[in-house]
Structure formats: C-alpha cells, structure tokens
C-alpha cells in the first residue's frame, strides 16, 4: 500500500518493502511513556540492533513535528525519549499532526501506520483490551485491530484488564489469535493469564502460513500472535495477582479512571513490586521483537 499524505517513511525501510526484505515496526509509546528514561532509549536502541543483526530492518513507528513517521532516526528516537512528548492513538493523528507535537504512538496508531506503510509484521509488549470493572471501557486497540490486516507479535493483554472480555470482544471482532507455541494466552506480565487462546502454532513459517490464508480470503483483520514472556523472566504470579487487586482498589477509592487509568494501574504495579513488573515487561517486549523478526523472516522468504 501506497503511504497516506502527510507519512513520512524512512528510505531504509521503503527500499526493504520495494526489494521484499524483511521489516518488524515497533511501536513508540514504550520510549515516550512506558519505560522510565534512560531505560526508554536503551531499550529501544537495543531492540532494533536485535533485529538488525538477524538481517531484519526495524521501523519504530512515532510523530515528530507533527510528522507520522515509520522508521525513526536515532535522532529522533532520542528525541522522543528526552522530550515532552504526548501519547498518540488513531483519534489523536490528525490533532497532534496539525499541531505539530511529538508524540509516541500507541498499538492501535502504529498498527495503523505501519499497515499503511505496507508493513506486514508488527512487534509490542502488550495490546490494550476491556477493563476491569464491567464499565464501558474498552481500548482503541480492538477495533483498530478489527480493521487493519497486520501481523501483531505481544504478550497477550495488559494484565491490568479483564483479560477474558478482552478475548471475547477480538472474537467479537474477528480478530484472529494463535498462541506461539503455548495452548494458554499470556498475561504480559505472566505466561498465563488463566484463558486459553483459541489455536496454537508451532513456529515462524506457520504463522507466515495463516498469514498468507488470511490475504488470500481477504480478511481486513489483524492476526495476534499471544507469545508468553519467558517463564524465568515472568513476574511472580502470586505477587502479580495480589498487587493488581490492590491497584485496582486504590484507583476506585481515588476516582482514577478513563485514560488515566492504565498509566495509574502500571505505576502502582512498577513501584509495589520493587521494578519487577519493569523488568517482566523489558524481557516480554525482547521476546516479542526476537519471535517477530523470525516471523518477518519467514513471511519474506515465503
């Protein structure tokens, strides 16, 4: 697909799509608001020289003086990870473009953007979902999903989010989703969020297969890939359990809610475990990046 006006993509990654080679996009919300500097630029310096050194080209997807941009420079990555940037979802591409602002982008946004760039493979820590609570509020990132034929390699769900409505609303929406080499469907967090995902592949070249299914029939939908973090790097499933029932009360008592509430949620999930949830999340999104340079790898050479 031909870039949109006003996408900025980077030649390195223009000329990879033009030859067939393969490209993972990365989303920027992590550098600008998910990891504390400077773990934020390390962290995403590291996971692009990851893929680079399998013959994968990385596109961290962000905005930059307005500019919605796949494939940022190492000048703007730092840039975006030192200034005061703003979060972007789809609603908010056009305000922050007409603006001018940086800003990182969000699943849904750089789903968006990546497929526009004609990017087939997508790596993030964890996709949002329905929150807990039974109140009507639900991610941007389903119905993105439900629309953008993108291959999305995660940690299942936030944990933070009532992972079994999650589940059902990606079913809802004809999302589909496999499990990387697992039968349950990871917590982010945990390998196990305690839901069982609906298929189970085995590798890289199976996934390329149902992603070449999924053009074939034309499906305008997104495939997850649910790839659970490492057991030894998980945070501990009894401190996790505990320690989020607690978040989820203190939000209540103090009236946090909308799109305060999962920043509140992770905070408090980071500052009660001592940095053990940062670290589950840093091993996840590392594992991810790894499972979809192998998958880009395979849906290239297919």
């Known amino acids: 697909m031909r870039p949109g006006a006003g996408l900025r993509v980077a030649v390195e990654v223009a000329e990879a799509l033009a030859a067939g080679r393969p490209v993972v ?28 050194s399998t013959g994968v080209v990385p596109a961290t997807v962000g905005i930059v ?18 200034a005061t940037a703003g979060k972007a979802s789809v609603r908010d591409l056009p305000v922050v473009a007409a603006r001018g602002s940086h800003a990182g982008t969000t699943v849904a946004a750089t789903a968006t953007l990546a497929h526009q760039a004609g990017i087939a493979v997508f790596a993030t820590g964890g996709i949002g979902g329905v929150h807990r609570g ?4 639900e991610s941007a ?30 079913e809802t929406s004809g999302v589909t989703v496999i499990g990387y080499r697992t ?38 939908g997104a495939i997850i890939v649910a790839n659970p973090v490492p057991v030894a ?26 799109p305060a509430l999962t920043p509140y949620l992770l905070a408090y999930l980071q500052r009660e475990t001592g ?25 290239a050479a297919g």
């Open 25 to 52: 996009a990365l989303e920027s919300a992590i550098i600008t608001h998910g990891l504390p500097a400077p773990d934020n630029l390390e962290v995403a310096t590291a996971l692009e020289a990851r893929l680079r």
């Open 65 to 82: 003086g307005g500019v919605p941009t796949v494939g940022l420079s190492a000048d703007e990555l730092a840039l975006l990870a030192t």
């Open 134 to 137: 039974g109140g009507y509020d």
């Open 141 to 170: 990132d389903i119905p993105c999903l439900a629309r953008t034929p993108i291959t999305v390699v995660c940690a299942g769900a936030k944990s933070i989010l009532d992972i079994a409505a999650t589940l059902e609303r990606l």
């Open 183 to 220: 039968t349950r469907f990871p917590g982010f967090y945990v390998t196990d969020s305690g839901q069982p995902v609906p298929a189970t592949v085995g590798g890289p070249e199976e996934v390329a297969a149902i992603m070449a299914a999924a053009a074939g029939l034309g499906l305008p």
């Open 233 to 258: 790097a998980q945070l501990d499933p009894a401190t996790h359990e505990r320690v989020i029932a607690l978040a989820v009360r203190a939000a209540d008592e103090e009236g946090i809610s909308g």
């Open 275 to 299: 940095g053990a949830s940062l670290a589950a999340n840093v091993a996840a999104v590392h594992h991810n990046v790894a499972v979809a340079g192998s998958i880009a790898l395979a849906w």
